[in-house]
């Protein structure tokens, strides 16, 4: 059974650099792609972006300039930066494994395990 | 397009059948995933691909897609059925980017 655990920094002021970390416990890590998804406070879902075990990643157009997301696969771990962070990045924080593929010319996508969350808080 | 497009609102009475329903470009060749969030946890996979239902989801949740619209169906509502739904695809636009519906609040008489 697969296992995200997720863990940073809760409190940031703006200006600083947000930081998470995922751990992937109980699975294979290569294979797949490993995403970062965030929830304003009552708000919908916006994905972040995503790397594989090469560090093949992408990003959302509208956070790109400010995020880098990493590999460790010594660790089974990817980690997410965000840089100079505002008040509008306060958020709960998810990581979330990928799966996807083809069949028969339809492709499908879709996110299966998913770590339990990181409320982080921009606040001066 | 980079769109998925959900109403915010839905409402079922109890034991009754409800459509929550997901249109975007995209779904003419991805097949939607849908999720299932309560207050306070994390997302829950409930359908992914055509029509398939991850162990310990009740047979109750089904899937369908026709052209840019995909639906989720619950038959015979209960209460604990009550949350946020969010449907999710790639982009086909290009870049092929993940990107979410904006999610239907259920609400179950």
């Known amino acids: 059974q697969v296992q995200l655990q997720q863990w940073g920094a809760g409190l940031l002021k703006p200006s600083e650099t947000l930081s998470l970390t995922c751990a992937v416990y109980?699975?294979?890590?290569?294979?797949?792609?490993w995403s970062w998804i965030r929830q304003p406070p009552g708000k919908g879902l916006e994905w972040i972006g995503e790397i594989n075990h090469s560090g093949s990643t992408n990003y959302n157009p509208s956070l790109k300039s400010r995020v880098t997301i990493s590999v460790d696969t010594s660790k089974n771990q990817f980690s997410l930066k965000l840089s100079s962070v505002t008040a509008a990045d306060t958020a709960v924080y998810y990581c979330?494994?990928?799966?996807?593929?083809?069949?028969?010319?339809?492709?499908?996508?879709?996110?299966?395990?998913w770590g339990k969350g990181t409320t982080v808080t921009v606040s001066s | 397009s980079s769109e998925l497009t959900q109403d915010p609102a839905v409402s079922v009475a109890l034991g009754q059948t409800v459509r929550i329903t997901c249109q975007g470009d995209?779904?003419?060749?991805?097949?939607a995933s849908w999720y299932q969030q309560k207050p306070g946890q994390a997302p829950v996979l409930v359908i992914y691909?055509?029509?398939n239902r991850p162990s310990g989801i009740p047979d109750r949740f089904s899937g369908s897609s026709s052209g840019n619209t995909a639906s989720l169906t619950i038959t015979g509502a209960q209460a604990e059925d009550e949350a946020d739904y969010y449907c999710?695809?790639?982009?086909?636009?290009?870049?092929?980017?993940?990107?979410f519906g904006g999610g239907t609040k259920l609400t179950v008489l």
């Open positions: 999710n695809s790639r982009d086909s636009s290009g870049n092929h980017l993940a990107v």
């Open positions: 995209s779904l003419r060749s991805y097949y």
């Open positions: 979330a494994r990928e799966v996807r593929g083809v069949i028969i010319y339809y492709y499908y996508y879709y996110m299966d395990v």
């Open positions: 109980g699975g294979s890590f290569s294979g797949y792609y």
């Open positions: 691909g055509k029509n």
